[in-house]
C-alpha cells in the first residue's frame, strides 16, 4: 500500500494490529504498534485493547500490564472492555486478588463492569474454588441485571461433576447454585 503511495487509514492498521496478533505474530503487531507511535499516529484505545487481548491469552501478563500502565500518560481512559482482558489475564493466572484490586479500579473511574467482566471473574473464583468468592460476584452480577453466560455455567457443570461433587456440597461450600 505504502509503496503505491497510499497510507492505511485507522481501521486498516487496527485490521493488520489484530490480524497480526491473533496468527501468532505478536512481535511483528507490537513492532508496527511502536512504528505508529514513533510515525506520530497516536494509537487509541482500540489498538491498545488489540495487543493487551493478545498478550493476556498468550499469558504475558507483565507486557500487558505494561501497556495497560502507559495508558493513563498517553491520555487514553481504558474502557470496560480494557479492564475486562486485564481482569481475565489476572485470573487466567490465578491472581484474584489483583483481579479484584483491579474490579475496586474500575469501578472507582466510573467504568461500569458489565456481564463479560462480571463471567470472567465468576469463573476464575470458581476454578480456584474459591466458591463463596464466587457466589459474591455471582449475586452482584445477578443484582446488577446481568447473568451467567455459557462458559460460566459450564464452569459450573465441571465444577459439579468434578470427583462425583453434588450440588449439597457446593452449596455447602458457599456457592448457592440457585441464585446462577
Do not use: W
Not at 501497556?67 to 472492555?81: H, M, N, T
Not at 455455567?153 to 465441571?158: C, E, G, N, R
Request: glycine residues 10%; aromatic residues 6%.
Amino acid at each position: 500500500m505504502q509503496a503505491k503511495g497510499q497510507r492505511p487509514d485507522f481501521y486498516t492498521y487496527c485490521v493488520l494490529l489484530d490480524g497480526l496478533s491473533k496468527n501468532g505474530h505478536i512481535d511483528e503487531a507490537l513492532l508496527l504498534f511502536l512504528e505508529l507511535e514513533c510515525s506520530g499516529i497516536n494509537p487509541d484505545i482500540t489498538m491498545h485493547n488489540i495487543l493487551i487481548d493478545r498478550f493476556c491469552k498468550d499469558g504475558k501478563l507483565e507486557m500487558a500490564k505494561n501497556l495497560f500502565g502507559k495508558l493513563s500518560a498517553k491520555g487514553l481512559q481504558p474502557d470496560v472492555r480494557t479492564f475486562t482482558m486485564m481482569i481475565g489475564g489476572f485470573c487466567e493466572q490465578g491472581l484474584l486478588g489483583e483481579a479484584n484490586d483491579l474490579l475496586v479500579t474500575m469501578e472507582g473511574t466510573g467504568c461500569m463492569p458489565n456481564q463479560a467482566t462480571y463471567n470472567v471473574m465468576v469463573r476464575g473464583f470458581l476454578k480456584a474454588n474459591d466458591y463463596t468468592e464466587a457466589n459474591i460476584l455471582a449475586e452482584k452480577m445477578i443484582g446488577r441485571g446481568f447473568s451467567a453466560d455459557t462458559s460460566t455455567l459450564a464452569a459450573i457443570v465441571d465444577l459439579l461433576s468434578v470427583e462425583g461433587q453434588d450440588p449439597t456440597l457446593i452449596t455447602k461450600n458457599g456457592l448457592q447454585m440457585a441464585s446462577i
